[in-house]
């Protein structure tokens, strides 16, 4: 579980390619400090396991559903990528609670400035979009964002100069692909609604006006 606080931008040493699969080396002068084979570390918010430590990286083994469902199949080296340990009993919770479990990609569609902020619209599958509300939460690249914009077939959110400076979406621009993952409570409900559409507390909620046309 982690935050969707980014910590540091780390940086891809190496990424080794086999059929279906890969290993991926990253550095991370915080992150990595602290990590040991087992751990869980959010990289561009996909949730993997650290396989074992080096001297200035360490190494994830991806799966070929990864590499499918998100954009770390498209990494070369130097690339930089933003980095979050797991949720600890003792860590601050300042963003909201996020898997690592990516479900699929957006695409950068408009990046505009407005005031000393910046506002992106990204391309966002109807399998993803279903689950995001204005005002809701969303992790883009692993970072923990509120949704400002609901439209037909992409979203927008609007990015402070701190998370512009200190995460990847400042940086990437239109045409990048960023992983989206929804807030989970988004899922459960929607899971909910359709499969017990005949509970007493949905009939409950349906005659109280609370919901409609579900």
Known sequence: MFTGLIIELGEVAS???????????????EVMKDAAPGDSIAINGVC?????????AASFDVSHETLRSTNLGNLKRGDRVNLEPSLRPDSKLGGHFVTGHVDGTGRIRAKR????????EIETPGFVLKYLVEKG???VDGISLTVVDV???AFSVVIIPHTAKLTTIGFKGVGDTVNLEP??????????LQTDKDSSL???LKKSGFINNV
């Open 15 to 29: 990424i080794e390619r086999s059929t279906g699969s890969a290993r991926l080396f990253v550095r991370g002068s």
């Open 183 to 192: 807030d989970i409570l988004a899922k459960y409900v929607a899971k909910f």
């Open 151 to 153: 439209l037909e077939d």
């Open 202 to 204: 949905l009939s409950a």
């Open 137 to 139: 939460s969303v992790a």
């Open 113 to 120: 400035p407005e005031g000393t902020a910046i506002k992106i």
């Open 48 to 56: 993997l396991t650290v396989a074992s430590m080096g001297n200035d």
